[in-house]
């Protein structure tokens, strides 16, 4: 007797490399490149190109490293992402819908605070550079927050790690122009024959980063807004705050109980590897010798399209193989990758080996994030999107940008073979989670 495959219950055909691909075509998914692009130029302007021009200055290892915690909002930011989420911007909202006005908001905010950014010499003192990378930091993340929602809100959750690869792209796309384009651009303002720090020239190339934002803000205006949920509205303010603070963590809670906790643990740590080991990086390249030039053609350009390479690798395998084997694959290659860094900082200035070692983990990070992405977009109930990804997103950077402010310190006493082994040690506990996470049962509404 012969079964019927089309019965229900039966196990759907998966879809085929063709019908992969063509999803990386559609208006979604494309329109995710050019907003991806906005969400990943601000985040290495305040981390690791700020590391290298703070570095170059003159600024010591051990408070670069603190430093990085001006990137902490990324870590809170689901502290007002219900606002993101539900609050209306007067007239703005009215003129573009929730997700979009909120977007251009942010946008509009990054983009002041780079140009003030601009405007400072490190040497003059620390405490206005501060301000401008926290005002930077912040707008970046309410613009996380807008976008996550709006990615997870315009397409169904099959398509959402094509859109998470994408996505990537574009951030990764970004992350060359804030990473190798602003280093080239920087290069090319210094005044030729004058030696040593250039303050003009980290000028030139700030104030073009921050007119670089104009891509998102045009997108933004022309993109179209997902489909409004309607809200109910609040009858009082205790009434708001339940609805828009409490409940979505309270639906998380009631889909995963006592699971929450291990999920949770998970987000917390998986990343914990690359962004303790990344805030270290650049100055690693500047004490080992490497110029701008170099710097920006290896890590920021070809390792960026290594990065480019493993998200589309990890997108495509994940529709295939299922999320959960390629978030297990991306941590282990991520830990792995960092103690390349460790034999790096026994070659001294090696070309040749520092292209082969930024091969490997950006690879390994693509592969990673991609994955990760998908994970994270699976866990959220779309009535509380915004809320529920900045909070998943959130604990994904507390804890590891966190630790990262104290990586001079430890460079300082041990150095950097040792500190780049300790990253990777830090990648096996992930290892475990991710095993123990793959039989947890995906509930994406009550």
Not at 65 to 76: E, K, N, R, T
Request: charged fraction near 15%; include cysteine; glycine fraction near 8%.
């Amino acid at each position: 007797m012969h079964s019927d495959p089309t019965r229900a219950g039966a196990a759907p055909a998966k879809p085929s490399w063709s019908d992969t691909l063509k999803v990386y075509l559609e208006p979604p998914t494309l329109r995710m490149l050019l907003l991806g692009f906005s969400s990943g130029l601000p985040l290495l302007l305040v981390l690791g190109t700020l590391s290298f021009w703070l570095r170059e200055a003159g600024i010591d290892l051990a408070t670069i490293g603190h430093l990085s915690w001006v990137a902490l909002p990324y870590g809170f930011k689901w502290v007002w992402a219900p606002l993101v989420d539900r609050l209306p911007i007067p007239l703005l909202t009215r003129a573009l819908g929730r997700r979009r006005s909120w977007l251009l908001l942010a946008q509009t905010l990054v983009a002041a605070g780079l140009v003030g950014l601009s405007f400072r010499d490190p040497r003059a003192g620390l405490e206005p550079v501060v301000w401008c990378a926290l005002a930077v930091a912040f707008g970046s993340a309410t613009q996380d927050i807008a976008l996550d929602a709006y990615r997870i809100e315009s397409a169904s959750m099959e398509r959402q790690a094509a859109l998470a690869a994408t996505y990537q792209t574009g951030y990764r796309l970004a992350m060359i122009w804030a990473g190798a384009g602003v280093l080239w651009l920087a290069a090319r303002a210094e005044v030729g024959g004058a030696a040593g720090y250039q303050q003009g020239a980290w000028h030139s190339a700030y104030l073009v980063m921050a007119a670089s934002m104009a891509l998102g803000m045009v997108t933004v205006l022309f993109a179209p807004e997902p489909l409004p949920r309607v809200l109910r509205p609040a009858k009082s303010a205790g009434e708001w705050l339940r609805t828009a603070l409490i409940e979505p963590f309270a639906d998380f809670l009631r889909r995963y109980r006592w699971q929450a906790a291990l999920i949770l643990a998970l987000i917390a740590i998986y990343r914990i590897s690359d962004v303790v080991m990344g805030i270290m990086a650049n100055p690693f390249y500047v004490d080992m010798g490497y110029t701008k030039d170099e710097v920006a053609a290896v890590t920021k350009i070809f390792g960026v399209i290594m990065t480019l390479a493993g998200a589309f690798v990890g997108g495509s395998i994940s529709v295939r193989w299922g999320v959960m084997r390629v978030l297990m694959l991306g941590a282990i290659l991520s830990a792995a990758s960092n103690l390349l860094f460790a034999w790096l900082a026994s070659q001294g200035h090696d070309l040749r080996a520092l292209i082969a070692v930024i091969s490997a983990d950006n690879l390994s990070s693509g592969i990673a994030s991609a994955a990760f992405i998908a994970y994270l977009s699976s866990l959220t109930n779309v009535n509380y999107s915004a809320t529920q990804y900045a909070l998943f997103s959130s604990m994904m950077l507390l804890l590891p940008k966190f630790l990262a402010g104290f990586s001079g310190n430890y460079v300082d006493a041990f150095g950097y073979p040792q500190f780049f082994t300790m990253t990777a040690l830090l990648g096996l506990p992930v290892l475990l989670l991710v095993w123990l996470a793959s039989r947890v049962k995906m509930v994406n509404s009550p």
